[in-house]
C-alpha cells in the first residue's frame, strides 16, 4: 500500500493530557537504506516486519509493506539487525478527525519528540493543534533508520 | 532456525537425468549485506520473504528466517530491490538420502550451476553423484545476494 503521513516536531508536553493510549516500541533495521528500508518492530505483544520505499518528493507519500511476526521472530531478527536499536514510547493522540502519532525517543535520542498524522489524501486537512510544532515531512534525517545511525545526541 | 548446507560447482548436466521436479525463480534483494540479506522470491505460485545472517566460520550453518508471502507482495517488494534480479531454474535431484538442489542460472549469471544440500548436522555425511564438482561452502561471491551485484560473467 501507500502510505500519506506528514511529520512534525512537538513543542511541548501538552499532548500527553489528550492521549488516549501509549506504548513501548523496540526496533531495529534490516536495511537503513531510504530506497528500502527494513524495519523490525516489537510493539506490545506483537512483532512486525516492514519494508518501506523512498517518499516522493513532497516527502509525503511512501510505499509500505506490512507484516505481521511474533515477538520471538522479531527479537531473533533484531539480533542481526545494525547497529542503533530505537526505544520510544508512542502516544496515540486524536485531534479533530484525525489520530496524531507522538514517538518520545530514549536513549541517544533522548530529547526528541516527533509526531505524526497519516492522511487519506496528499492535499486532505487536517486540524493543527497547539503543541504541534515545526513541519519535518521528507526530512531524512528524522527517518527511524537514520535515528539508530545518527541520534538525536549527535546533532 | 539454523540452516545447515553445502554448495557445490557442478560438471555435467547429469543432474538433469535424476531431476524429479524443476521450477523457474526469480528473486531480488531488499539488502545483500552478508550480515543481513533480505531476498524476495516468487518460485511458482508463491513469493516468500527470507532474512539470512552470516554464516559460521566453516561456512556451512546460517540463521535463516521465512516468510511466505503472495506473488503480488512479492512483485511490489521486487520493484524496491537492489539491482541485479536473479532468475534461475532449480532442479530438486535425490541422491541417496539427501536432495540435492541444482540451480541454472540465466542473465548476467548464465553459465553458472550451483548444487546445495541441505543438512541435519554440520559433519552429517551424505553422499556425492559423478556430477558434483568442487566444494564452494561459505565462498561469499558464490551468494545469490552477490551474484546481482557482481554477476558469473564478470569474473
Known amino acids: 500500500m501507500i502510505e500519506i503521513e506528514r511529520k512534525f516536531l512537538v513543542k511541548s508536553k501538552e499532548y500527553k493530557d489528550h492521549a488516549t493510549s501509549k506504548e513501548r516500541i523496540v526496533q531495529g533495521?534490516?536495511?537503513?537504506?531510504p530506497e528500502r528500508t527494513v524495519r523490525v518492530r516489537i510493539k506490545?505483544?506483537?512483532?512486525?516486519?516492514?519494508?518501506?520505499?523512498?517518499?516522493?518528493?513532497?516527502?509525503?507519500?511512501?510505499?509500505e509493506w506490512e507484516h505481521k511476526i511474533t515477538v520471538t521472530e522479531a527479537e531473533q531478527l533484531l539480533i542481526l539487525c545494525e547497529k542503533g536499536?530505537?526505544?520510544k514510547?508512542?502516544?496515540?493522540?486524536?485531534?479533530?478527525?484525525?489520530?496524531?502519532e507522538v514517538d518520545e525517543f530514549y536513549g541517544d535520542n533522548e530529547g526528541l519528540t516527533v509526531a505524526e498524522v497519516e492522511l487519506s489524501a496528499e492535499k486532505e486537512r487536517f486540524q493543527k493543534p497547539e503543541w504541534l510544532g515545526e513541519e519535518v515531512t521528507g526530512d531524512i534525517k528524522y527517518y527511524n533508520s537514520q535515528l539508530g545511525k545518527k541520534p538525536f545526541k549527535t546533532w
Chains 1, 2 share one sequence.
Open 29 to 33: 533495521f534490516l536495511n537503513t537504506d
Open 44 to 63: 506490545g505483544d506483537s512483532g512486525f516486519l516492514t519494508v518501506k520505499g523512498k517518499s516522493n518528493q513532497e516527502g509525503t507519500t511512501r510505499f
Open 85 to 87: 536499536i530505537i526505544d
Open 89 to 100: 514510547t508512542r502516544y496515540t493522540v486524536p485531534v479533530g478527525n484525525h489520530l496524531f
